[in-house]
Structures are given as structure tokens and as C-alpha cells.
């Protein structure tokens, strides 16, 4: 699976749009970004994954550029229950038997009031 | 969305001791799951993958006598801390695949097991 690079850490106030970016030169071509975040003392969560178009669910939107060597994870309206440690992972597509998830150092966002 | 729960969610043993974390998928039978074990302020290291019926495959480093993994059915995996030592204090993480599924995993609320 092709390596990822996250900030470590980014504040965000409130209400505000939280963005955190991913850096994935070397992915390839069949290689999906995914994201997931996990908040103190749980077990992580799915937020999204996509391929090269943009895509948008209830908790979240992700833009990635033309190239794929990028990504940005978007939450609209951040609350404080979106602290959290948030894991950007680029694999090949899940599939039976291929579920493995291998984690990075992620980047802790803090929502600040 | 599909449910894994892990059980129990802390416990504190001493020194010597051996600890046994359950690991259910409630609403979906899971052909594979996965262990991860997590020291403070650090990522989710994978530690092994077990296989329903079948011998867990361990990743490198991890010693498999002393995390004892059984997949006994579709719905349960254990993990057994054998001689525990206050080293082995951690968060442990539990993941399930959807039988036959997508292979999107999901994961359980995690157990800290704190060795005195």
C-alpha cells in the first residue's frame, strides 16, 4: 500500500469547516484513499473513501486532486465531537479477503469552542 | 451499520496472569478478523489476522505464544494474553470483515488491559 503523509496535529474552531489534507505521491492507479477517525479510547471509525472523483456522505466530503498525489478530507460544520485522530490510508479497493488496514500517524484535530 | 463488540472493555490483571478479550460480530458473520494493539499516543499496530477454523496468520514481531488467537465461529474471535507483563499493558482493537462481503471492516470499542 502506498505511504501517506498527514500533519500531526490542526485546531479548528466550532462550527467552522475543518480540512485536513493527505499527501499520497506515490499511490497507484487501483489504490483508493480512504479515511477514518478514532476518537479517545475507541475504536476507529469509516468516514469515506474514493477513488479520483470527489465524494460526499452524511459525516464528511473528500476532494481529491486530478494527479491523486492528494487528498482533502472535509468536515462542513465541525463540533467538538470531532476531535479526534484522523487516519487518511490508501489501498487497493477492500475485497474479500484483502481487508487488511494498515495505519499511519494520522493527524489529531482538536475543535476548539 | 454492522456492530463488533469487544468484551470486557478494560480489566487489570497481575503480573504472571493470563487475560482472554472476546471479540463478536453481532449482526453479521465475519470470515476474518483482525487484532490491533495500540500504545499510548500511537497508531494502530496490526498484530495478527485470524481466520475462522483455521490458524491466525501473525505479523512480524508478534509473538504467537504468547497472544493465543481462536476463531472458533463466524461471530467470535478471543485473544488470550498469556503471562501477561506490565509491557503488555495496551489498547487492543478488534476488526471484522463481512463474510463474503465488500471487505469493508468494522471495528469494536477496544479493551485496555493494564498489567500491575
Known amino acids: 500500500d502506498a505511504k501517506t503523509t498527514q500533519p500531526p496535529s490542526m485546531d479548528c474552531a466550532e462550527g467552522r469547516a475543518a480540512n485536513l489534507p493527505c499527501n499520497h505521491s506515490t499511490i497507484s492507479g487501483n489504490e483508493y484513499v480512504y479515511w477514518y477517525r478514532q476518537i479517545h479510547s475507541q475504536g476507529p471509525q469509516y468516514i469515506i473513501h474514493?477513488?479520483?472523483n470527489n465524494e460526499t456522505n452524511e459525516m464528511a466530503s473528500l476532494i481529491i486532486t486530478e494527479d491523486r498525489k492528494s487528498s482533502t478530507l472535509i468536515l462542513p460544520h465541525a463540533t467538538l465531537r470531532d476531535t479526534a485522530v484522523y487516519y487518511c490510508?490508501?489501498?487497493?479497493?477492500?475485497?474479500?479477503?484483502?481487508?487488511?488496514?494498515?495505519f499511519g500517524t494520522g493527524t489529531r484535530l482538536t475543535i476548539i469552542p | 451499520g454492522a456492530v463488533v463488540s469487544q468484551h470486557p472493555s478494560r480489566v487489570i490483571c497481575k503480573s504472571g496472569t493470563s487475560v482472554k478479550i472476546e471479540c463478536r460480530s453481532l449482526?453479521?458473520?465475519?470470515?476474518?478478523m483482525f487484532w490491533y494493539r495500540q500504545f499510548p499516543k500511537q497508531s494502530l499496530m496490526l498484530m495478527a489476522t485470524?481466520?475462522?477454523?483455521?490458524?491466525?496468520?501473525?505479523e512480524q514481531g508478534v509473538e504467537k505464544d504468547k497472544f493465543l488467537i481462536n476463531h472458533a465461529s463466524l461471530t467470535l474471535s478471543t485473544l488470550t494474553v498469556t503471562s501477561a507483563h506490565p509491557e503488555d499493558s495496551s489498547f487492543y482493537i478488534c476488526?471484522?470483515?463481512?463474510?463474503?462481503?465488500?471487505?469493508?471492516?468494522?471495528f469494536g470499542e477496544g479493551s485496555r488491559l493494564t498489567v500491575l
Open positions: 474514493g477513488l479520483k
Open positions: 476488526s471484522a470483515a463481512l463474510a463474503g462481503g465488500p471487505g469493508e471492516l468494522f
Open positions: 490510508i490508501v489501498r487497493v479497493a477492500a475485497s474479500f479477503g484483502n481487508e487488511k488496514l494498515t
Open positions: 449482526d453479521f458473520q465475519a470470515t476474518t
Open positions: 485470524s481466520n475462522e477454523g483455521s490458524k491466525a496468520t501473525y
